[in-house]
């Protein structure tokens, strides 16, 4: 019999904001494990889970008596590999030195609240894993970061919040921070402007990607393209996308704050995965149970959390390659760039719509107002073919905003 | 547990709030995918969340070592700048209540085996079928036992379970695909009795989907079912009843005065704590308030809004009792519990009967809200001449909330309220929280589809 000990341990400290004040400071320590065994010969395996520090061998008998229910598995565990994984580079321990950086951030953003009121939260996580089995496999990591995320609602409107501002890392730099206070400026002073009058028809849009590449997301997984409901089913290694277009999978990637060395079945990963490779579709994701399945091997992405078995999972992308800067690319025309996007949806064609509910417009390089509500329409693979235009570093904004901008046409539907 | 709290004698330190919320879970998931066993788990969750305000601040911490609630607490007193020297004169009366809902027959005290079977028996009533991709079945448990106690004398335990079983699919023909889920959550066992029949149907009426054609993007007269009118009571109007947003807002609470029309006079909207029948059942907030029925609009008009201790002292309201929080890891904020519209008196029939065109928005994906509301449709169909025709693609509808409620020019006679058990609501870190929403069939007179 096979055994693999999988635990977490998340401590977390927490200061909350309401009404642009500190309301209240939170402390969390919380330890979730689980154990699943193997039965090698019957090539069946069961998981017990718990929240507390509840003993391994307690675990181990209950997973134990829960293998009469014939769970199926056919792969190979990881075996004879060790490895400590750390990231701890935050200067901001505790919890007087976070209250203390709470204050400088309300502090600086004192002229925000004459209009808006703050709300939200900034908190450290020293994040702890650890996956071990019985074969030699012994992982570990460990990360400490902090994320500031701030709800912004304008005085008098009857939204929840009319914007937000966001800084997070492993550490904040000061070039980090003060951009974080730039943007939180610049998206509130947007909030104030006057609307421009759009029409509906196509507009050049300035957009993140992860507004694009939601359905792209599940195109790429193993179980979905091998079962032909993906809409990239047979184009591995072919041209999916323009030729400008490169993407990578990371695990250590800072702007996100990720960093995951292995996956939760043990697989090391030392390099970044190419996914497109100028514009070829070069990756799809497998774990080990999709990829014994499929007859290919697995790419390190089988994830779970403390109480499941893992299923694939991608890391954070990243577009490479990037030349142009997001203004060289709005310099001469007029841009939407949508900022809040809450509550769109992809068909199974790719085609989506996404309502807006704030976006800048910016005329020759300048911003000149921001955008009426409107929901944008098209189809995700044109948006990387027929309506792609280019892709750009977002030097724009540079905290709000990630780290590359597509530009592409889009049909604007004035609400 | 309330013994164990009890025995803290919380209410001798010199302290102006001190809670304790002691939660067990008993959460249990199975789950077939690509037709065999790929999960079964179930554990049993107990842990405790401290509340401390002093000086005017909130001190939280949560832990899952109830042996040591004493010292926990002693710690947080102490980070607040509070003695831990207790005052072993200061006696207090606990106002007790218990409820205890969980006798019968509940589905979630059959036993895994049986779990098992009946998930298999849903499996091969479609998994055969040879449009089908990437089936999954699953069923899953959410049990809750909570304790609560407060320095001023409030104690109270509660129980609820709810049950369901969820099924999602594609479906493939030539290059057209549809995506389905459907879902039933119960109390009882018995409640399951029907749900191949209802699958089986709900399955049949999913094929009609795989080829429909998509709507030309435009404002529509549109109908939407109950799950949609449900979603727009939670999403568009229920979180922006939820008064912490109003915090710091004197324009806000001006422009949102009671008494103000914010919608067509058909329209009232309720949030309520007492129904036990369904999953946003809350008999006591986390703040140790009891329960009860609060209108958020009657006859168009406003007349309520949610609240917590905090926010109706704020604002100089009646406390709603709508303090909760997603699990013993979490702080009570303000949230909704079960948030519908009420029934109008109109027949589904005599509703669609006067519109030439338009559609029906049937069953939703999900739904949020903001400034503009978003609905994710699922299945729809046209609507021509007053009758039900053809299927349709809808990706979403959209509208701003305030046009909408003004929008909303008929309501049916019937209302459908729907449990969570998979998925819940989320606002601020706090995902999912067990709400129910639901609602009559409700005509609005133009909404953007695309």
Redesign the interface.
Known sequence: MLKEYYTINNNEIRV?I???K??????????YKSVRVFDEEKKIL????????VPDSELEKKATN?LS????FEYELERDTKGNFKKDKLSIKD?QSLEKFTEKVLNDLKDVSQNF?I?G?VYTTRYKKSLKNSLGLDLSSEQTYLVCTL?L?Q????????TGAAIYGFDITENQYQNFLNDTKFVTNACLSKEVTLESGKYKILCEDNYLLRKFYSDVMG??YE???SLLTGKLNEKIFHESISINECHNYEKFVTFLPFDDEGIVRKEELVVVDKGVLKSIFYDKKKAKKYGKVSTGNGFRSY???PGISPRGFRFIGVEKSAKELIADDLVIIPS?S????????G???L?I?MAFVFKNGEFIGKAP?I?L?GNYLDSFNKDFIAIGKNDILPEALNETLILSNM?V?V? | MLDLLKSLNIHQYDCDLIDIRIEETNPL?ISFY?K??????E?????AFIRVYANK?????????LSELEKELHN?LK?ANISTNRNEKKDIEYNITNINNLNGDYAYKKS?EEK?VFLNKIRESFENDPLL??PWVGWKDNVLQKYFINNKGTAYSYNKAFSAIAVRY?L?QD?????AYFNRTVQYFKDFSNFIEEFQKDFAESKLFIDAP?IE?GKYITVLGPQATGIFAHESFG??S?S??M??????VK??EIGKKVANECVSIIDCGINDKVSGYCPFDDEGNPAQTTYLIKNGILTGRLHNETTAKALNEDNTSNARAISF?W?PTVRMRNTYFEKGDLTFDELIKPIEKGYFIKTV????????????ANKSYKIENGKITDPV?I??A?????QTLHDIDAISDKIELFSQVFGGCGK??QWPLDVSFGGPYIRVKSL?L?
């Open positions: 909350q309401e009404d642009s500190i309301d209240a400071i939170k402390n969390k320590n919380i330890t069961s998981l017990a889970s718990a929240v507390g520090n829960l229910l014939n769970i199926p919890s009121v709300n939260a709800m609602k005085k008098g409107s009857g939204n929840i919040f009319d179980d979905e079962e032909k409901s109480n499941s078995n809040i809450s509550g769109g949806d992809f068909l199974p064609n085609n989506f719509s309502p509910q509500q929901t329409t049909t539907n609400n | 998931q690509q065999e066993l790929s999960n079964y788990m554990e049993k969750k107990l842990g601040r909130w001190y939280f911490t949560t832990t899952t070592e947080l980070s895994k098992i991709i990437n594609e493939k290059e057209n695909i549809y995506n998509t993007p979180h922006k939820e912490d947003f915090l710091g807002d004197e324009t806000m422009e949102w890891e702080e994906n999900h739904g949020s809200g903001m400034s503009t509301f978003t609905i994710a693609k990706n979403i959209t509208g701003t909330v305030f601020n870190y953007n695309s």
